[in-house]
């Protein structure tokens, strides 16, 4: 059944491409190809890309079915969300096969990763209207970024001014069910509100964005209620120096219900709240020099109890705190270009289970990027890293593509990487979880090529990768002749270093946009991810949180169509994990603008699937919702 869904799909971007085939396509400017990539040292043009990277735009959010910045992630290649909580509450977020401690998230270049544990990763103060693009780095990325990038990372990049403005954002839904037994009563239901507003001029710049949602659930103790605050301003002293900041701060409450203990955890609740913070300043000394210094805190706590209501037992309370000092700069030569730089970081958490513990990180780094040779660009680099846990490691990487016809590019990426075991891996004393203090490092070599071209006005790319991971952790634990259920959901994960884990991993992804008259068009992103690990098999006994959930195929088809003022949007996913089930998702949009006003409404997994993105959350089913935008 699945795979016919998967074939009707594909035959339909078929059939679209013999239809269109004639359409002129000059009457649209891909923006996209004049995005310009920040990678803290190298502005480099998309166009001029010789890494795997995709975009999505503020314009591409705000006319797909999603409510938060995970549901728009699961719908990039590569990218594996793994949501616990629906409606953006929680997600783990993964990058070709990787694990979700593996994956580095950056607001606007600032790393925002949690020190304590991957799940609060995507605790983004930022609402989505406030969002310009999200930039997915797949591949090895310590040699920009550092330490934690073994599989790559996400770039969050917030709206830059353009003119004073104001959105205001309403929506809401339900799944029109009754709600469970003992989980009160009613229907499940939610709803949210945003409001986006930048103000300044030229010189003085501001942007504010306030987001809210609230719903009693989806499901027994899945009720969610969170608010996001986030400023940032920027100010020119002059043309040659400006300042820029940002402050955001979350207040996040939802039912843990089967987050990490299941089933036992049923009457779990979680209480979070991150804060962060950053300054930077920039200076130009002519075309040739660029350095900027920054500094940024990021404080998070977490209030998980086991039984919500009963506070005595089983409460677990976590106080971390990173803070990041940062120097970049760019030297700009006949040569070619040089970036340069280094970074502190400050890591430590206060906790009733995991102890107290403080470690630091230290890092420089030196890039070359080049393209004197004609056709061929070169980009060269790497990042020598001292932990005071796990001592010196140094991440090199090379980067190089050439453009061996027009429209065509062949690309060749090798470097390696580090992921440092969190505070939760380390330390963790649960009764189903148990830290291990004695983890090592994992490290990672990563090999690849892609093939970037265009066929006519179609956008094509094709990826082959290899990755070998050396002392690999997995959560595990050991039931060895154990058949009983119950008897093996008493026995606690630990994390293991399991010697190497090989990833072979290829991907495609089609694009095309299609004019048809002055007031219509039609785009497609139609993408497929295979991975082929070369070895999970665990003795007999062995049960893995990675095997279960680790991705095996994803596609993904993404189509939107534009007729005057309405626009229709459908989002399709179909996943294939190694040991569950494959699942379905197909969500629709139907949209009206007239004036400042967008009115729409969202069906959101349409077939009503039932299925599991992380442990024994059931995600929901068929949702519908109403939602209106005022644009000023």
């Known amino acids: 059944m699945y795979s016919n869904k998967m074939l009707f799909s594909i035959a339909g971007i078929i059939c679209t491409n013999c239809m269109y085939a004639q359409t002129d396509n000059t009457l649209r400017k891909d923006s996209i190809s004049e995005v310009v990539i920040s990678e803290n040292r190298f502005q480099i043009p998309f166009a001029e890309r010789n890494k795997n990277i995709e975009i999505i735009t503020a314009q591409d959010i705000s006319q797909m079915p999603v409510k938060s910045i995970s549901e728009v992630l699961a719908f990039i290649n590569g990218v594996d969300v793994r949501q616990r909580g629906p409606f953006g509450t929680q997600a783990d977020i993964s990058i070709d096969g990787g694990t979700f401690e593996q994956a580095l998230i950056l607001l606007n270049g600032v790393k925002i990763s949690d020190p304590q544990t991957g799940h609060h990763t995507m605790n983004i103060p930022v609402a989505l209207d406030a969002i310009e693009r999200i930039e997915v780095l797949r591949g090895p990325m310590a ?318 790319e094709i990826r082959y990768f290899y990755r070998d991971i050396n002392d690999f952790v997995d959560w595990t634990k050991n039931a060895g002749n154990v058949t009983d259920p119950t008897e093996i959901s008493k026995i606690p994960y630990q994390p293991l270093n399991l010697g190497n884990n090989k990833m072979h991993g290829v991907s495609a992804s089609l694009s095309r946009v299609y004019v048809i008259g002055f007031d219509r068009s039609l785009k497609y992103v139609l993408g497929y991810n295979y991975l082929s690990p070369e070895d999970l098999s665990y003795q007999t006994g062995i049960i893995s949180k990675y095997v279960l959930e680790s991705l095996k195929h994803q596609a993904l088809l993404r189509i939107l169509y534009n007729a005057r003022n309405w626009e229709f949007s459908t989002g399709n996913r179909w996943i294939k994990r190694e040991l569950n089930k494959p699942y379905f998702v197909s969500d629709v949009r139907l949209g009206y603008t007239i004036h400042h006003w967008n009115i729409y409404g969202d069906v959101i997994n349409i077939a009503n699937a039932s299925y599991q993105e992380s442990g024994a959350v059931l995600m929901p089913k068929r949702w519908f919702s109403f939602g209106i935008r005022l644009s000023l």
């Open 143 to 460: 040699r920009v970024y550092g330490v934690n990038a073994l599989t790559g990372a996400i770039n969050i990049v917030t709206k830059s001014f353009a003119k004073n403005s104001l959105t205001v954002h309403l929506q809401g839904g339900s799944s029109l069910e009754n709600k469970e037994e003992g989980d009160g009563s009613g229907k499940y239901w939610g709803g949210g509100a945003q409001v986006v507003a930048q103000l300044g001029n030229k010189d003085f710049q501001n942007l504010i964005s306030l987001s809210t949602n609230k719903t009693n659930g989806q499901r027994y103790n899945s009720a969610t209620e969170d608010m996001r605050l986030y400023y940032q301003g920027a100010y020119n002293l002059n043309a040659s120096n400006s300042l820029d900041w940002s402050a955001g701060y979350i207040d996040n409450e939802f039912g843990a219900n089967g987050y990490y203990a299941a089933p036992g955890d049923k009457e779990s609740y979680e209480i979070v709240r991150t804060a962060f913070a950053h300054f930077s300043t920039k200076h130009y000394f002519g075309e040739k020099f660029y350095i900027s210094p920054r500094i940024s805190n990021r404080y998070n706590s977490d209030d998980y109890r086991y039984y919500r209501n009963d506070l005595s037992k089983a409460r677990s309370e976590h106080k971390n705190n990173a803070l990041s000092l940062e120097l970049n700069s760019r030297l700009t030569t006949s040569l070619g270009q040089f970036g340069l730089g280094l970074e502190l970081r400050d890591e430590d958490v206060k906790s009733n289970n995991l102890g107290n513990h403080t470690r630091e990180n230290f890092g420089s780094y030196l890039e070359y990027r080049t393209e004197l040779l004609s056709k061929l660009t070169l980009h060269v680099g790497a990042y020598s890293n001292y932990n005071s846990k796990y001592g010196w490691e140094v991440y090199p990487g090379v980067d190089v593509g050439y453009q061996f016809i027009p429209n065509w590019k062949l690309n060749l990426n090798v470097g390696k990487s580090q992921r440092i075991p969190s505070f939760t891996d380390l330390y963790l004393k649960q009764p189903a979880n148990v830290g291990n203090p004695d983890l090592k490092s994992e490290y990672a070599w990563q090999y690849e090529t892609s093939l970037q071209g265009k066929i006519g006005g179609t956008q094509l």
